[in-house]
């Protein structure tokens, strides 16, 4: 039986995200005991029932009350507010993480709050799906995946290493970055095509009637992994979005550059133009089913695994 890296876990926010998190935990018996604090009691009544937790409160300075471990597992927009209501009662020595799609505002969210005594070590992990809530987690979310801690300068070397034990144990490949550059990483390998994806479904939303019913009735793979990842939670989005501007503009920047050179060779007919561009990206989907970061089975079902 494998020795607990925590005694006490307390995670805040059970989404899907939360309670995966939770369920790896459990199986792969990495802490002692899990505490859920979420501000939803329909969530806390859902993670007893589901045994997901051994307690579960709406307070969330009671749920952090001598815990080793705790995870931000709401959404990035919440953690200041969080932060503040759980500073007073953090147990000395405890390592602070969180699950979050965006790293520096994290940092300057939460590091001002927490007290010396505390640990911070920024995490995301590089996975997810469009659902949502207690009952949409599974342990194996982060099998294979991506996680990247984003510890700053002066943070204790032993908590670094005991969140990177915790999410190999959950059968993640840790990688550390600097927030700013995972952020500006992160703005074009999920933010900028999450925005897009939400732009394209509202297109269709703004169609007449009669084509909007086409639209659904005649969906190609492509369009359903639009809507897929449309589907993804507004909230946690909006907040990615606020949060991470700076990246995602200049990406957006970028994309719409680009979006304007192919169709300017449409208008042309430059046919040249179009197969180099789509050569050149035909064999980055190829380097990334080589690095195992997407199944090629997934090509035939039309639903991959999305990352947040």
Known sequence: MNVPLFERAAILGFGLIGSSLARALSENGLVGEIVCGDASQVACDAVIELGLASRATTDLADAVHDADLVVFAVPVGAYAAVGHAIAHNLKAGAIVTDVGSVK??????????????????????????????????????????????????????????????????????????????????????????????????????????????????FSASGFRDFTRLAASDPVMWRDIFLSNREGVLEMLQRFTEDLTNLQKAIRRGDGDILHETFTRTRAVRRGIIDARQAEPEALKTGAPRAAS
């Open 104 to 217: 520096e505002s994290v940092v300057q969210s939460l590091q001002p709050l927490l007290p010396d005594y505390v640990q911070l070590v920024p995490g995301h992990p590089l996975a997810g799906t469009e659902n949502s809530g207690p009952r949409s987690g599974f342990a194996g979310l982060f099998s294979g995946r991506w996680c990247v801690l984003t510890p700053v300068p002066g943070t204790d070397p032993a908590a670094i290493a005991r969140i990177r034990a915790l999410w190999e144990a959950c059968g993640s490949k840790v990688e550390e970055m600097d927030p700013a550059h995972h952020d500006r990483t992160l703005a074009i390998t999920s933010h900028l095509p999450h925005l897009i994806a939400y732009t394209i479904v509202h297109t269709a939303t703004e169609l007449e009637q009669d084509m909007q019913a086409e639209v659904i009735k």
